[in-house]
C-alpha cells in the first residue's frame, strides 16, 4: 500500500487556475492516496501580497518535495526575474525533461523523441552587465560537473527504455571552449554505453533536420539555450505547446509544469486546453510510480484525439469542464 502523498500545487495565472483544477479533478477520479498542498506565485501572488514567489510556496515544496504547476506570468521589464527560473536554480532542478509525442498532427506521425535540457547553467543564469551605453555582456556559464550530469541523464534514460541513440547538440564550432567542453564530455561518456548510438550536431542543423525529418532522432541533450529552442521546435512538429508536458527534476525536487503561455485572453472563459498540463501530470504520477494510472489516463487521452472530442484550439468545440468530464467517463470505463 501507497502512503499519502501531498503535492505542491501553483494553479499559476492566466488559465493556469482553470486547467489545474482540470487535472486535479482528473487524477482524483482515479481515487489514488493524493492530496493537494495549493500555494500561488506569480502575477496573481504580486498583486496580492507584493511577492512573486512567497516564502509559503518554498515551503511546501521543500516539504512535499513534488509540485505541479500552471503557467506563471512574470512581469517584463521590471526587474523580475522569471518565476521559472527562479525555482529551477533554487532546487538546482537541472534535468528539464520534455517528451514529444504524437497526438494529433496532419504533417508528421508517430514521432517520439525526448529531450533533455540542461536547465541551471547557460546564458539563462541571467547575468549580464552593462559595459557602457551601448554595449551589454552576458555570461554564459558552462561547468564539467554541470554538462556531465545531463549527458549522463540522457544515455541512462536511453538504457532503462530502451532508446537506441543520443544526439548531443551544440554550437562547438564556434564557442569551442563552452561547447567544446560539452561536446567533449559528450563524447567520453558514449564511450560507457556502446549499446547506445552517439552522434553530435551543431544546433543550427538539427533545427533544420528536424523539420525535414523528426523521426531520424531519440534521445535529444542539449544546454539550456538551444534546448528550450529545440523544445519549442519540437512542440511545433506535434500540435503545439498546448500538447508538450514538461517537467524539471533534481536530485530530491521535481516541479512537472505546463511549458504554454498564461492565455490571459481566454482565461476565465472555460475554452483553455488542458492536454500539456495533464501529460506533465502523467510524467508526474510516473515518477511517483503510479504507473498504471498513468497508463490509464494516456489511453483515456488517445481516445479523446481519435474521436476529435478537443477544445477549440486542437479544432474541437468543447469547454474544459466537457473535455474534463469526458476524460473522467473515459477512464472509469477503461
Known sequence: ???????????????????VSSVTQIIDSLDLKLTWDYVTAGKTSLEDSGEL??????????????????????????????????LRQQYDLYTNLRPIRSLKNDRYSNIDLIIFRENTEG???????????DTVHATKLVTRSGCKRIIKEAFDFAVKHN?????????????KLADGMFLEIGRALSKEYPDIEFEDVIVD????????????????????????????????LVGGLGTVPGANI???????????????????????????????????????????ASNDIRKALDKMFQEKLLTKDLGGNLSTSDFTSQMIGFIKNT
Not at 546564458?123 to 551605453?133: A, P, Q, S
Open 123 to 133: 546564458l539563462y543564469i541571467g547575468l549580464e552587465k552593462n559595459i557602457d551605453k
Open 163 to 175: 532508446r537506441k541513440k543520443v544526439t548531443l547538440v551544440h554550437k562547438a564550432n564556434i564557442l
Open 53 to 86: 514567489i512567497p516564502q509559503i510556496v518554498y515551503h511546501s515544496i521543500n516539504q512535499n518535495k513534488i509540485a505541479l504547476k500552471g503557467p506563471i506570468e512574470t512581469p517584463i521589464g521590471k526587474g523580475f526575474r522569471s518565476v521559472n527560473v527562479s
Open 205 to 236: 542543423n538539427m533545427c533544420m533536420q528536424l523539420v525535414l525529418d523528426p523521426n531520424q532522432f531519440d534521445v535529444i541533450v542539449a544546454q539550456n539555450l538551444y534546448g528550450d529552442i529545440l523544445s519549442d521546435l519540437c512542440a511545433g
Open 1 to 19: 500500500m501507497k502512503n499519502q502523498t501531498n503535492i505542491t500545487v501553483i494553479p499559476g495565472d492566466g488559465i493556469g487556475p482553470e486547467i
Open 250 to 292: 533534481g536530485t530530491d525536487i521535481a516541479i512537472f509544469e505546463a511549458v504554454h503561455g498564461t492565455a490571459p485572453d481566454i482565461a476565465g472563459k472555460n475554452l483553455a486546453n488542458p492536454t500539456a498540463l495533464l501529460l506533465s501530470a502523467c510524467m508526474m504520477l510516473e515518477h511517483l510510480e503510479y504507473f498504471e
